[in-house]
Structure formats: structure tokens, C-alpha cells
């Protein structure tokens, strides 16, 4: 299996066998991503993080990642400081980054830019979520913490829960469980409801979804519960969001319904979705969900531009 | 005696078997009229023929070139196009799409990186399917629903 020097632009660059080969790589990487030991596959190496627009989970564990694999990380968190403010192309951007670096992540506000940037740099382009776009390392990281968590994806009954319709990273996931063979229940508001070529897709691969606006009921089975924000700057009509945002919150009151080992995820940030106090209950995972993201990533870093494999 | 509807051309390109109906989308793709067109331009709708309704389109003096008989195929995917030299069918082709269309359609979706113009780009769509024609963006993936909408 191949991945040096891949771009990983969508999900669907990888096959389910390499999903597979990933998934395992990123559990050897967790005493590393912890500290615990030492590794410096990276080392010499330079990471460009390009940020067009904010975040803190993704940025701070790929740079987590880079450093914890003996490489360095240049780039910014902020466009504001860069020439982009003087009208330059993300073209120009990234042929800049390609120069400097040897591996380029990329975060950007409009949909398609990484596929873009792929096509102007000569190093491997790793998407970081483009606008409402693809986000494939999120998804790679929410499979590996199901995996962790349950010992695999097949068989579980997974809920997506929330903006099923604007939140295309949620498509990916759908797209990624029903390959790995999982029984999935979409519940969002009537208006959100997951788009029907998502849901064809996952029928393809022998899944047949449930859509339901009834939490309460989709909880009683549940393995797994995911739970989205209702992004507001996904949405094209501010009067839409009025509509729906706040429909569905997770508290100790909902769970009595749910299953012991039930695990609710969540790829952060959360507003009001998920009541704090659900913290403390053995339920919450998206605390260790987002650590998740730095083995999965230093997997793909080191799989895709390491010096040696670990 | 059987009345022709439209005369034969001497020379120029004969679009036949277009979807019926869509005869005036493949005109306005062409860019006819135009301002600097001087072709002699005839359209047939809702002709009857063995395979049902369809339009015509006869262009005098201008012969269709690969990027343009590409265009028609999106909106009338079983399109002929017959290049007419002397009023003899010199050359005579089905439209196909190929498997990529650049810079042809424009994508539908706003903030879409293709739509930006400082970008040294030009849109790229991939065929999903030939008939009925079903495209995808190369770059953001989204499908436009009205292609014909969508022609650059």
C-alpha cells in the first residue's frame, strides 16, 4: 500500500482497505501522540498550516502531530496577515507554501479550494475542511474513535444527529460508515434532512438508512450517538436557522432513554447541543475524540511524507 | 407532393435529433445570433420523425468545432451533427460528452473556489453520465441541477 506523497483532498481518495491500513497505523501512533515515546520520522521536514479560516481542534493537532513526529510547522492561523489581504490568488499561496515546505495542510472558506491547491503544488495537499466541503481527516478520526471505542464500525447502529443537509461533512461519514458496514439513523429536523444522493450512496454499499426527526426514539438502540452543530454560516437564509436551531439537545433527561455503553461523539465545537453536564457521564467521548485527531493525522503525515514508517 | 418544411444548405452544419424543445438552448450555446454572426439560421421544432418529436437546427456557412458540438451534447445528448459541404453530408457524427468538460459550464454553487476570479482556473466538471447528461464539479463536487442554466 502505497500513500507517499498523496494528496488527501476528500475521503473517497482511499479505499476501504486503506481506510483500514490507516485506522490501524494511527493506533500504534498513540504512545507517540501522547508523549510517551519519542519518534522523529518527520524530522527535517516542514509542515506549511495554512488557516484561511479559524479553528482550533484541527490546526493545533496537525501541528501537534508534525512536531510530535520530529518535524516543523511554519504557516498561519490567520489570513488577515498574509498577502491574501492584497487580493493574491490561493494559487500564488500555495505555489509559495509548495516552495517552503514539504507538505501543505489547508483550511480554506471556499468549497474546492484543496483540490485546487492539489492541482498548483508538488507537494501532497491534506485538506483541513474546505467551507462547507469535504473534511476527510475529521472523518478518519471519528471512524478511529468508534473503533477505539467499540472495537469496529460494522454492526453498530450509529445516529447522525443535527444539519444533515448543509453539514456535508456528515455526508463523508455517512459515505465512510456504510462502507465499513455500519446501521445508520439520520434524525434532524424535517427542513435538515440528509440529502438523497448521500442516502443512495450508502444504499449502494447494502446500508439502508433510517430518517426520523424522533431523538428520543433513535436513541433507545443506539450505539453510537453523533451529534453535529447547526452551523449557522452553512445556511443560506438566516430565517431557515431561526427555524431549527435549538431543536435537539442532549441532557441527562434524554439519556435515560439511551444504553448503558451508548457513546455520544462530537466534532466540536458545541453551543447548546450537548448540556455540559453530560461531561462527567461515561456516555461523552468527544473529549478524546479530539485527541484522536493528533494519531490519525501523524499517521497520515507520516505515511505520506515520513522519512521511515514507525 | 411532400412540402420541405426547410430548404437543403449548400454549406454549413445540421444539428438533427435534438431533444425536442431544446432547440433554442443549443442556439443560445452557439451564441446565435450574434452580433457578428451572418449565418442564415433555420429552426425546426416538434418535427416528427421515427423516434418521435425532435428539433433541427441548420447553421449556413459555419462548420461546428469539437468545443462547441461538446456544449450541445449536454442539453441534447442525442444530438447528430452533419457538416454540409457543396449540399453533400461530408461528415457526419452523434454528439458525445467527453469524460471532463472545462470551461464550459459554470458551477452552481457560489462560494465554489472555480467562481473565484482571481483564480488562474477555468471550471471542471466530470460526466457522471453521458444520457441523461449528469455532471459534477471537479472542484466542490456539487452537481448542478439545470446544466443548460449553467453554460458559460
Keep these: ?310 | 407532393m411532400k412540402e420541405l418544411k426547410i430548404q437543403p444548405i449548400r454549406n454549413g452544419t445540421v444539428i438533427d435529433h435534438i431533444t425536442a424543445g431544446q432547440a433554442v438552448k443549443v442556439l443560445h450555446i452557439l451564441g446565435i445570433p450574434g452580433s457578428t454572426s451572418s449565418s442564415i439560421v433555420s429552426v425546426a421544432m416538434n418535427v416528427r420523425s421515427r423516434i418521435g418529436r425532435k428539433d433541427i437546427v441548420k447553421v449556413e456557412n459555419r462548420e461546428l468545432d469539437r468545443h462547441e458540438v461538446d456544449k450541445i451534447a449536454l442539453i441534447a445528448p442525442k444530438a447528430t451533427i452533419n457538416i454540409i459541404r457543396n449540399y453533400e453530408v461530408v461528415e457526419k457524427h452523434r454528439v458525445e460528452l467527453p469524460d471532463e468538460i472545462v470551461g464550459i459550464v459554470r458551477c452552481s454553487n457560489p462560494t465554489c473556489i472555480s467562481n473565484s476570479p482571481q483564480e488562474p482556473v477555468k471550471s471542471k466538471f466530470l460526466v457522471i453520465s453521458k444520457d441523461p447528461p449528469r455532471i459534477k464539479c471537479y472542484y466542490c463536487e456539487r452537481e448542478p441541477e439545470d446544466i443548460a442554466e449553467r453554460i458559460i
Design chain 1, 1 to 310: 500500500m502505497d500513500f507517499r506523497n498523496r494528496d488527501v483532498v476528500s475521503i473517497k481518495d482511499f479505499s476501504k482497505s486503506e481506510m483500514d491500513y490507516i485506522l490501524r497505523y494511527a493506533k500504534k501512533m498513540i504512545p507517540y501522540a501522547r508523549g510517551e515515546r519519542h519518534a522523529d520520522v518527520m524530522h527535517g521536514k516542514i509542515l506549511a498550516s495554512l488557516f484561511f479560516e479559524p479553528s482550533t481542534r484541527t490546526r493545533l493537532s496537525f501541528e501537534c502531530a508534525m512536531n510530535r513526529l520530529g518535524g516543523r510547522v511554519i504557516g498561519f492561523a490567520d489570513p488577515g496577515a498574509t498577502s491574501q489581504r492584497k487580493g493574491e490568488s490561493l494559487a500564488d499561496t500555495i505555489r509559495m507554501a509548495d516552495a517552503y515546505s514539504d507538505i501543505i495542510v489547508i483550511r480554506h472558506p471556499q468549497e474546492g479550494s484543496a483540490r485546487l491547491a492539489a492541482e498548483f503544488a508538488a507537494s501532497p495537499i491534506l485538506n483541513a475542511g474546505d467551507g462547507a466541503g469535504r473534511h476527510p481527516t475529521q472523518c478518519l478520526l471519528d471512524m478511529f474513535t468508534i473503533v477505539m471505542e467499540k472495537k469496529r464500525i460494522k454492526g453498530n447502529r450509529i445516529v447522525l444527529l443535527g444539519d444533515l443537509k448543509y453539514g456535508r461533512t456528515v455526508h463523508s461519514l455517512a459515505y465512510a460508515l456504510s462502507l465499513f458496514g455500519a446501521e445508520l439513523v439520520f434524525v434532524s429536523p424535517e427542513s435538515l434532512r440528509m440529502p438523497k444522493e448521500v442516502i443512495e450512496e450508502c444504499r449502494e454499499f447494502g446500508v439502508d438508512p433510517v430518517s426520523t426527526s424522533n431523538l428520543e426514539r433513535a436513541i433507545r438502540d443506539a450505539d453510537v450517538l453523533y451529534v453535529t452543530r447547526i452551523q449557522k454560516e452553512r445556511f443560506p437564509d438566516a430565517a431557515e436557522y431561526n427555524r431549527v436551531v435549538g431543536t435537539y439537545r442532549i441532557d441527562a433527561d434524554l439519556l435515560r432513554h439511551a444504553r448503558e455503553d451508548l457513546i455520544i461523539m462530537h466534532p466540536l465545537p458545541r453551543v447548546t447541543e450537548i448540556d455540559p453536564e453530560v461531561d462527567k457521564t461515561p456516555h461523552a467521548v468527544y473529549f478524546k475524540q479530539a485527541f484522536n485527531g493528533v494519531p490519525v493525522r501523524m499517521a497520515l503525515l507520516s505515511l505520506i511524507a515520513g522519512g521511515r514508517k514507525i
